[in-house]
């Protein structure tokens, strides 16, 4: 068990939809990140909180956001979902005690019918 | 932009066996961190063993050790007394540390290695 947490496991939703996925990171961790694993893709950074800011982004669509709150979990929102943002959702978080080692939750599998 | 490279798609090897995957990356920092991280059939990452750049030394965990030439971009992790449990995708991982923060991590396409009874 990583000790990050992500919520839900599985949300299968239709085209033109919006979900939420939600993150909660190791306890005293203030790096939150979200990756996108599909076939075409591979795994891909998407964005990267740290202590409620945004710190990178990486190959996140426009339709896609996130945010982090006080209490430093995070949810990333994607919307107008297309077919093909059917994928794998990781989050992961980290902090400068772990020597900058990002621990994964088991992640969000999205199906988009 | 950072890119990471697994030539070996899929590897096969007999229990007990000593294995290298090999990665090569690509950058113009000076500052980063190499990872090789495992996703076994549950699809958790999990973390294998991490290397920072400035280390000259070669860092081992248990079986799992690396060969790290700066020089010459290469990050290859060798897996001595292969293992039923570590039939996985085994995917090479580069991320630049500046210092408003870390970057995200930049994964390579990976390599499933299987371990043959």
């Known amino acids: 068990d990583s000790g990050v947490t992500q919520t839900p496991k599985h949300l299968i939703t239709a085209t033109g939809q919006r979900v939420t996925l939600r993150c909660s990171p190791r306890s005293g961790d203030l790096s939150v990140y979200w990756y996108q694993q599909s076939l075409d893709q591979g795994l891909q950074f998407l964005i990267h909180?740290?202590?409620?800011?945004?710190?990178a982004k990486g190959n996140i669509l426009e339709r896609f956001s996130a945010q982090q709150f006080p209490d430093l979990h995070s949810e990333l929102n994607l919307s107008s979902l297309e077919l093909g943002d059917s994928a794998l959702y990781f989050c992961?978080?980290?902090?400068?005690?772990?020597?900058?080692?990002?621990?994964f939750g088991a992640g969000t599998r999205l199906s988009v019918l | 932009a950072q890119t990471v490279t697994q030539s070996q798609p899929e590897m096969s090897v007999q229990e007990a066996e000593t294995v290298t995957l090999s990665c090569t990356y690509d950058t113009s920092e000076n500052n980063y961190y190499l990872f090789w991280y495992k996703q076994p059939p549950s699809r958790q990452m999990i973390l294998v063993i991490r290397q920072e750049a400035y280390k000259q030394q070669n860092a081992t965990e248990n079986r799992f050790s690396v060969n790290f030439q700066k020089a010459a971009k290469s990050f290859s992790l060798k897996i001595s007394d292969s293992q039923l449990g570590d039939t996985a995708m085994y995917f090479c991982a580069f991320m630049a540390y500046s210092g408003g923060g870390a970057d995200g991590l930049t994964f390579g396409k990976g390599t499933h290695l299987i371990i043959q009874p």
């Open positions: 992961a978080s980290s902090s400068q005690r772990t020597g900058a080692i990002q621990y």
């Open positions: 909180y740290y202590n409620g800011e945004e710190r």
